[in-house]
């Protein structure tokens, strides 16, 4: 009556609830409960008057149930599916099940193919063993791409932080850009005001002498017109009065045409620069403007030699006579005629001067706070000590590995030093003027550690270098920034 076929997973939705098997021809109550229309026919016959639905228990009426034509379709889908995965399962070759795996061909076989088929003498495995061993295999590659995945999940995080970073700390560049650029848009600013007002004070000046020249020279053309009206005038007379007014003018004569200056002398516009060093000289006054203010240096007299004699609040040192010489002191230079500044940096950029005056022996710069004292001071980077000095009073040297010879044509009596820590780079200025900085030599090294200003008085020979090395108040540069 039902079909014979076997269907594990839908099984129990798919059984007549009659004849217990799939539902072969399936009709569909009015109740709602499906069965095999043969199954009802015969339920039908027992009954003989009423049919009660074997599963509710509901009176329903055998003529009109439709048949479920969905379910039925549904079964005849599945009953093919169940027949190719039958056919699947059985060798083509000799109708019987497939249970064995060639080892070699890496083939499901049966075991007549292992017997007397083509993989006779091969090594096979049970389905079962290979079962197990490809699923451990494929547990392992899970594990594994599980693995690979969270690494990428990880990255993929990490980049997504590494992106949001980047757009904050962009954003706060960004800020701090626009807000040094405000800074010098105002610089730029005032520097275009100051030149316009030079120009304009210039051509005021240059105005106001040519507007009293106008001035008298039209008060005398006044007087020249008034001397030619009375002349017209007395030309216009007879003999007789032009004689009489002739006798009691002659003492007033007209100015002779030789007597007034007829000469002219162009002015030309000149504001007391040329429009090519507008550029040039902003750009100078920038420089000093944008960098930080001066440090107040004092100097540190622990770190002196007891040669070297410090005065004025600690910010003048030079060579005391070996009479006066002191006594050592444990964390001062032993060899070396130099004295370390109270203060050093270890992060940030800042900016002190040196007057160096006319002395024609000395080195200035900054050393670590870990070189030795003790023995003589080694001038070189790679030692810690950046300087620059000037000898016999017209050599100026940065000492590197080797020297090399600054070409510096002036003498400037007043040294600019400019730290940039975080950038590595110690650069030495002439800043003799108070308006303009010239970069004399630029260290490119990566610091560590503190550093420490150092000057080195160089020892007196015979008198001819006694001149002292002064750490400015900064007054002057404050002004000018």
Known sequence: MACNIRLPLLENQLTCP???EVFKDPAML????SYCRDCLWGLMKESHIILLCPVCRQEVDYSSSPPNVTLKRLIETLKLLSEEQAAAEICPNHNNPLSLYCEQDQEVICGLCGTIGDHKHHHFTPLTSVYSRMKEDVSTLMTELQKERRALEEQISKLTNNKTRITNESDVFQRL?????QVLQR???EEEDHFLKLVSRKATELISNIEIQLKQKNEILCSVL???RQLEILGNKNHLHFIQVRLSTKSCQPPS???VDTTYSPV??????RQDDI?????????RRILPPPEILKLDPLTAHPFLELAKGDTVVQCRSLASRRGSNPEGFENSSCVLATRGFSTGKHYWEVIVGTKPKWRIGVVKGTVSRKGKLVRAPEAGAWLIGLKEGRLYEAFTSPNVTLPISSRPQRIGIFLNYEKGELTFYNADSPNELIPLYTFQAEFQGKLYPVLDVCWQERGTNPQPLILPFPERVVKTM
């Open 18 to 20: 009659i004849c217990l």
């Open 30 to 33: 009015q109740c709602g409960h």
């Open 177 to 181: 850009i626009c807000k040094e650029f």
């Open 187 to 189: 610089y730029i600013a």
């Open 226 to 228: 008034e001397k030619e």
């Open 257 to 259: 045409p030789r007597s």
């Open 268 to 273: 030309s516009f000149k504001p007391g620069f």
């Open 279 to 287: 550029k040039l000289t902003v750009w100078k006054r920038l420089q």
